[in-house]
């Protein structure tokens, strides 16, 4: 599609992010092998990368560890980039799609109940709404009770929802981090602003990991050297489905299939239930996740998938 389409406007070549993930960086090869020519940037992460305190070999395969090595070094974000770049517009199509039609109407139907009512003008995608809603987060001085909100079940308020924005692009987390040092400074830091930095830091460190590892983390067995999982694939269905007559694991998976959208403690207690208790395969749950979230993010999704081949990759920083 990207091929022809640039064909369509006469485009020699892409600028792109740099996905440290499979299917992705397939993408950009068959790409490269079609003509274009395409520039991956590496731009998504907190951190940089020449500024870590090891190399990416020898990165510790270790949250925490990474953790500690990171702030014993002081090693924190460059500020955002002020100035904004404009764009040049857009080039004119060629008539054949001047016909064409583009439909509208939404995908599912709204749910009232969200967690993250993505149909209010306030929940919208794209930057404005994304740097709105950033500033509204702490002007409600929420990031103060972050730690202990944080594993709410469903609300708005519980938890930053900043994850979806940050899963498209629309706000970066340099700009994250930047307001909540604003924040800190003129109201005070606490555990629960830490924590916001700490699930900050959750977010880069999957992003590190694929490219320490790459195609490795979506092995049947991960790193480790287990059997291959099982596979109930009635079971599977009944889980996806929200019918496995477990109460509290069917209300989460019909709230993401109504809603695009999950607690991270929800998302834990349902991919261990599909995994321990009906013995499925990860890689299907983590498949469910990709297709049903609207925060979906590869990195976070298949990032716990390392540690073991018993924990479904989930988005461990729905958070931000």
């Known amino acids: ?14 600028v792109c992010d740099d996905v440290a993930a499979p299917e ?29 305190p090891f190399t990416i070999d020898g990165m510790p395969d270790i ?11 002081r090693t924190f974000p460059h500020p955002p980039m002020l100035e904004r770049v404009r764009l040049p517009p857009l080039p004119t199509l060629a008539s054949a799609l001047s016909s064409r039609t583009i439909n509208t109407s939404p995908l599912v139907a709204v749910d009232p109940r969200s967690s993250f009512p993505y ?15 950033l500033d509204r987060y702490f002007d409600l001085r929420l990031a103060h009770s972050y730690k202990l909100t944080r594993n709410n079940l469903t609300g708005t308020d519980y938890s930053t929802k900043f994850s979806p924005w940050l899963a498209q692009g629309a706000i970066s987390p340099r700009t994250v981090y930047a307001a909540l040092q604003n924040f800190e400074e003129e109201h ?17 460190y999957f992003r590190f990991l694929h490219l320490k590892y790459g195609r490795k983390l979506y092995r049947a067995t991960g790193l480790s050297e287990k059997p291959l999982p ?23 998976m019909r709230e993401l299939a109504a809603t695009g ?14 995994v321990h208790e009906l013995q499925c395969d990860w890689r299907a749950g983590a498949a469910w996740f990709e297709s049903q979230l609207i925060d979906y993010d590869p990195y976070s999704n298949q990032g716990t998938g390392y540690i073991s081949v018993a924990a479904v990759p989930i988005h461990a920083g729905e958070g931000v």
């Open 63 to 73: 949250f925490t560890t990474f953790r500690q090595l990171v702030e014993a070094a």
């Open 230 to 252: 099982s596979h109930d694939a009635d079971a599977f269905l009944r889980w996806r489905r929200g019918v496995t007559g477990e109460p509290l694991v069917d209300a989460g």
């Open 261 to 274: 959208y999950l607690s991270n403690r929800l998302r834990q207690v349902v991919a261990s239930y599909l």
């Open 24 to 52: 992705e960086q397939d993408e950009v090869q068959a790409l490269i092998e079609s003509g274009l020519n395409v520039e991956p940037i590496w731009q998504s992460s907190l951190l940089s990368l020449a500024e870590l």
């Open 1 to 14: 599609m990207l091929f022809e389409l640039a064909q369509l406007v006469g485009a020699t070549g892409i």
């Open 188 to 204: 005070g830091a606490n555990e629960g602003t830490y924590w916001v930095w700490f699930e900050l830091l959750w977010r880069d």
């Open 119 to 133: 149909h209010a003008p306030s929940f919208w995608g794209g930057e404005n709404a994304g740097l709105a809603h």
